[in-house]
Nanobody, 126 residues
Framework: QVQLVESGGGLVQAGGSLRLSCTASGRAVDNDRMGWFRQAPGKEREFVGAIVGWGSTTDYAESVKGRFSVSRDSAKNTLYLQMDGLKPEDTAVYYC???????????????????WGQGTQVTVSS
């Protein structure tokens, strides 16, 4: 079991930037599958981006491609989501998700992840 804690959310103007952090405890996660999802009020949880492997293979939703970037710091056992060019429609609670390196999964499917953080609120004003 892995414990995940997100931080870095807040209020930002459209066009601004935020960097979210997801710090993991319980085990090293540097070679595991990890993703970011978000959920706006009244909407389903939506895939944002994910990372896997030592080579930092990444995948992004089309809505954030070119604006958001997922990375990890092995020494800190932390996952990051750098968000640039934020838009009001990016407003949501952002969640960090985890799945170990074994087992077939699709990075974009929230049901394939085994552990989740509590989320951090991101609000983008127009």
């Amino acid at each position: 079991q892995v414990q995940l804690v997100e931080s870095g959310g807040g209020l930002v103007q459209a066009g601004g930037s935020l960097r979210l952090s997801c710090t993991a405890s319980g085990r090293a996660v540097d070679n595991d599958r990890m993703g970011w999802f978000r959920q706006a009020p009244g909407k389903e949880r939506e895939f944002v981006g994910a990372i896997v492997g030592w080579g930092s293979t990444t995948d992004y939703a089309e809505s954030v491609k070119g604006r958001f970037s997922v990375s990890r710091d092995s020494a800190k056992n932390t996952l990051y989501l750098q968000m640039d060019g934020l838009k009001p429609e990016d407003t949501a609670v952002y969640y960090c998700a985890y799945r170990g390196q074994y087992g077939v999964m699709w990075l974009r499917n929230p049901d394939d992840y085994t552990d989740w953080g509590q989320g951090t609120q991101v609000t983008v004003s127009s």
